[in-house]
Nanobody, 122 residues
Framework: VQLQASGGGLVQAGGSLRLSCVKSGRAFSSYIMGWFRQTPGKEREFVAGIANRGRKSYADSVKGRFTVSRDDAKNTVYLQMNSLRPDDTAVYYC?????????????????WGQGTLVTVSS
């Protein structure tokens, strides 16, 4: 399993970005896909996750601002980020796991993308 994340960049506070993550290989629809983020000196934290059949989960800090979605035909998961704030600045990672439930711990995801940097200026 290989994951390739993209879409990061520099944006002003209040702006929007959409991150994408493409998964190689087969059976994308059977994987749970997660988005995490990390800032220097802090642990990687769960942002959002999406299961097959569209079940979703969000961290409280992004609820109402971020939307996770997936396109199984394109083997791609997205993270639409609106109303961005400076404290959203981080390296964002996509991750994948097999199973039926969205998990929020990094240890529950065996496969990770390389990360994409999101910088929100004030």
């Amino acid at each position: 399993v290989q994951l390739q994340a993209s879409g990061g960049g520099l944006v002003q506070a209040g702006g929007s970005l959409r991150l994408s993550c493409v998964k190689s290989g087969r059976a994308f629809s059977s994987y749970i896909m997660g988005w995490f983020r990390q800032t220097p000196g802090k642990e990687r934290e769960f942002v959002a996750g999406i299961a097959n059949r569209g079940r979703k989960s969000y961290a409280d800090s992004v609820k109402g601002r971020f939307t996770v979605s997936r396109d199984d035909a394109k083997n791609t998961v997205y993270l639409q980020m609106n109303s961005l704030r400076p404290d959203d600045t981080a390296v964002y990672y996509c991750a994948a796991r097999e199973g039926s439930f969205i998990q929020t711990r990094t240890a529950d995801y065996p496969w990770w993308g390389q990360g994409t940097l999101v910088t929100v200026s004030s």
